[in-house]
């Protein structure tokens, strides 16, 4: 901006003199913002009679008068000041051009003047000091545009001065209060800097610690602005998160800074998570500023919360509660599930049916998980019909409340003395469950949901991070890493377990009428646990390896490689189990081989039936041969699906045929006997050679096509 000497002299005349005092608070606020302006932008204010000496007293004073309450514009004085500390003179012209809605273009060289003036009356720290002086905006939303006060806090966390006061992190909690909707994406680039700047080693240098607790816990019980809550929530998750990933950097280096203190995870309710998911789901617009990187942390605190199965159930209870009537506000959902308990107690299969019906289609936010979890043992002595039904009330139930209806369950059906941290620790506490209620579906459906959720809980309690504890190794890193490995594999077996019991094996104890499960249950309860193991088996890798090593009973071994479709990488580790020196672990990785073979004839399968001949070959000791007799049954599949193979079967046949002469009948007898799950491989010596002529017999038919 050019200006004349007769103009230059006007200005400054109009900017040095204080405004009178009936003129409004914000035009006086306008003058002031004009005059800074007017002062940046203009190269000509010089040309007046003391030009340069006016110019520097009107910024003395103003500096000055920032100190105290009597200053004007104290947030874009600020802002300039950072920029022009830090040298940043292109992002002034912008930055007034926002304030004022007008065009305002600075030079370079005119900013470094002016710079130079400005350092000798306030430097960069006296700045930073008096940030917890600038106003909040009132009621703060998205639809506010231009420069704000949020900007200027942003510039602070974002300057290169080496300290930063505790004022900024007590401004916080007074501007989120303010917050509305739409979120101002500001605010949430405020809040994202500020974590950042904390995690930072200028902040942890510092020694600023964030928000207060007292003043999260405050924040978080705002019941009239719920924008405000979510906010402080988004602030935590963030500053947890932003923890862990900084413990996990400072493992890995020597002399880190220490870490900032965390805050008490009592914090983080699981109402508070389960309310804000739901709320910022349903106005996925109005917090579009953080909902990715808020369901991402949400997953990350409370994995158990955002399963798939739930979050459909979410968003259905959502749409149901937005669409609910003034009668389905006025139900009254405990009496309601009390005639539906009464119903099953009294075995009113069609009452209870339709009640149940009738609760889904009229949902309601709240249901009482502890009337649900008290019809368990009843809906399970009824029809599968009234198991599926009450499978979905249940699952709704958890979906609003899940650690609620879980615990609950989990005292109904095993027993009340157990805790919700016992379950978490030790979810195979889930195990205990009576046998009657796990020869259902309704039984198992629930106990796999439960499963999932604690050992997602489990998984997270043990890898939190708790800045009071001292710094752990990789030792201990990779101890916990084996436990929870550990933890998974015993669930896999105690399941598998489930998918294989005899008929009346699981007989109602605690209803004394001794049923037992027909084929279909089996079969339904089957396919439930393959489909657990199969996603299982794929979110942790390794874990099918670490099962198969572990071996499981042979008569589960066609089940498992029929039902899980993420079992056929065992084909790579079954070679490597043969070359153990357990017996037990050899005939284990035949058979799975062997139904690897049926199932997935493909040439990586031919390719390990292979190794394992080859292998078989060069073994000639006693257990070799009771390896080969008992090993029969799947040396038979094999040859049946890769014919290639049927040479080199025949051929180790044909070698223990003629040690089996040679070894002590009674010793061989002994170990057969010890390693054999049927009474069918029994047989007396004097049988044991016609069965190897028929084998022998049969592999050669096969061989030839007849």
Partial sequence: MTLTASEASEWLFLISHQPRPDVPEHEAELLVRLSLALVLSSTSLHLAPNGDASVRKWLTDMLQSLESNTGKGRDLFMSVGMHLHSGSYELIGPLLSDSLG?????????????????????????????????????????????????????????????????????????????????????????????????????????????MGEESIATLLTEDKNITCRVLTFYYLLLYRNGLAELKQKNESQRGAAPLPPNYPAELLGEDNAKTFLLHTKRKREAYTAIYPVFLRLLITQFPYLCESQDLLLEEEAAENISKLSQ???????????????????????????????????????????????????????????????????????????????????????????????????????????????????VGIRLLLHMIRGYLSLCSARITEVDAVNPRKSKEHQDNQTLFLTLQNSAVVQVLLDLCEMEEGERAGEGSGDGRSIDASTQHEINALIYNFIHDFFIKNDG??????????????????VNGIPSIHVASKF?????????????????????????????????????????????????????????????????????????????????????????????????????????????????ALDTAFEELATLVLARMKGT
């Avoid at 350092?119 to 009132?138: C, R, W, Y």
């Avoid at 007590?170 to 501007?175: A, I, K, N």
């Avoid at 309601?364 to 039904?389: D, G, K, M, T």
């Avoid at 997935?600 to 007799?629: F, K």
């Fill in 102 to 210: 007008i065009t305002i273009k600075v030079t370079t060289g005119h900013a470094a003047k002016i710079q130079k003036l400005w350092s000798a009356i306030h430097n960069e720290e006296q700045i930073v000091t008096l940030s917890g002086k600038i106003p909040v905006v009132m009621n703060l939303s998205g639809d506010i545009s231009g420069y704000l006060p949020i900007h200027c806090i942003s510039q602070i966390l974002n300057s290169r001065t080496p300290s930063c006061p505790p004022a900024l992190f007590t401004w916080l909690p007074r501007q989120l209060r303010e917050a509305r909707e739409p979120v101002h994406g500001a605010l949430c680039e405020l809040i994202n800097g500020g974590v950042k700047y904390l995690m930072s080693a200028k902040g942890r240098s510092a020694g600023i610690t964030g």
């Fill in 327 to 441: 009668n389905d506000q006025n139900f009254k959902v405990t009496s309601y599930l009390e005639n539906i308990y009464s119903a099953l107690v009294s075995r009113q299969e069609p009452k209870a049916f339709y009640l149940i019906t009738q609760m889904l289609r009229r949902y309601h936010p709240y249901i009482p998980a502890e009337i649900v979890a008290r019809c368990i043992p009843h809906v399970a002595r009824l029809s599968f019909r009234l198991q599926n039904v009450f499978t979905k009330l249940w699952e709704k139930s958890a979906a609003l409340s899940p650690q609620k209806t879980w615990l609950h369950s989990v005292h109904v059906l095993i027993s009340d003395t157990i805790s919700e941290r016992d379950l978490w620790s030790n979810p195979l506490l889930l195990f205990r469950m009576p046998k009657d209620i796990t020869a259902t579906t």
């Fill in 543 to 560: 874990l099918s390896k670490l099962v198969c090593w572990q071996t499981f009973k042979f008569s589960q071994v066609e089940g498992v």
């Fill in 574 to 686: 079954a070679v490597p189990l043969l070359q153990q020196g357990s017996l037990q672990k050899q005939l284990f990785s035949t058979c799975l081989l062997s139904h690897l073979a049926v199932q997935y004839p493909i040439p990586q399968t031919l390719g390990s039936c292979t190794e394992m001949l080859q292998w078989a070959l060069t073994q000639n000791s006693e257990l070799s041969t009771v390896w080969t007799i008992l090993s029969i049954p799947s040396l038979l599949r094999i040859a049946n699906i890769f014919p290639p193979l049927v040479d080199k079967i025949t051929q180790l046949l044909a070698i223990q045929r003629k040690l089996v002469k040679a070894l002590d009948m009674k010793s061989l007898m002994a170990k057969i006997r010890m390693y054999s799950e049927t009474e069918e491989s029994l047989k007396p010596a004097a």
